[in-house]
Structure formats: structure tokens, C-alpha cells
Nanobody, 115 residues
Framework: QVQLVESGGGLVQAGGSLRLSCAAS??????MAWYRQAPGDQRELVAR???????MYADSVKGRFTISRDNAKDTLYLQMNSLKPEDTAVYYC???????????WGQGTQVTVSS
């Protein structure tokens, strides 16, 4: 079955960097994305990348975060630079499978940015 396993979260000071990874298995993946959810907030889209490599970002992370994927390894990445305390959240990997675009979620990884 489809599995998405995130890694790379942790505690970092404001201005620092982290790189999240999401290892995907059990399917052929179309678009992949990172979402995040802070306590008391709704889950929000951070960045998305298509199978062909087209990307989009939430306005709040543009210029600071970079999404990428290695299709040969079925791995999704999120490079996060210039982190701010408001980036603190649980980050979730999302992937949609071919051919029916069914969405799957990882278990989440905690990112905490201290001021």
C-alpha cells in the first residue's frame, strides 16, 4: 500500500534552516505537496510540485522555501531557509497517485522555530 514517511523536522533558531524529506512508496505519484498545521489552525498548503516539476508556493514562504522531488527515488524535499517562529507547525507530506489522483498523507514531522 501507499506509504509516505517524513523526516528532517526538529528545533531550530529563527533564521536557521531545515530540510524535510518524504519517502514515498507503493504507488506512482503525480503531484506532491507539503502542508503544515499549527496548533488551533487549519492545515494549509505550503508548496506543491507537479510530476513535471512545476512548483507553487504559499505567499508566506515564497523566497524562503524550496520544494523539489527526485522521481527516481520517489522522494519529496522541502528546503526551509530563514525560518521564522510563525513557521512552527507539524509538516505533512501529501501525494496523489496515478491514475485516479487519490490523495495520501504522511504522519507529519514537527518543526519548531524558537525566537
Amino acid at each position: 500500500q501507499v506509504q509516505l514517511v517524513e523526516s528532517g523536522g526538529g528545533l531550530v533558531q529563527a533564521g536557521g534552516s531545515l530540510r524535510l524529506s518524504c519517502a514515498a512508496s507503493g504507488g506512482t505519484f503525480r503531484s506532491m505537496a507539503w502542508y503544515r498545521q499549527a496548533p488551533g489552525d487549519q492545515r494549509e498548503l505550503v508548496a506543491r510540485i507537479s510530476e513535471g516539476g512545476s512548483v507553487m508556493y504559499a505567499d508566506s514562504v515564497k523566497g524562503r522555501f524550496t520544494i523539489s522531488r527526485d522521481n527516481a527515488k520517489d522522494t519529496l524535499y522541502l528546503q526551509m531557509n530563514s525560518l521564522k517562529p510563525e513557521d512552527t507547525a507539524v509538516y505533512y507530506c501529501n501525494a496523489r497517485t496515478f491514475p485516479f489522483n487519490i490523495p495520501y498523507w504522511g504522519q507529519g514531522t514537527q518543526v519548531t522555530v524558537s525566537s
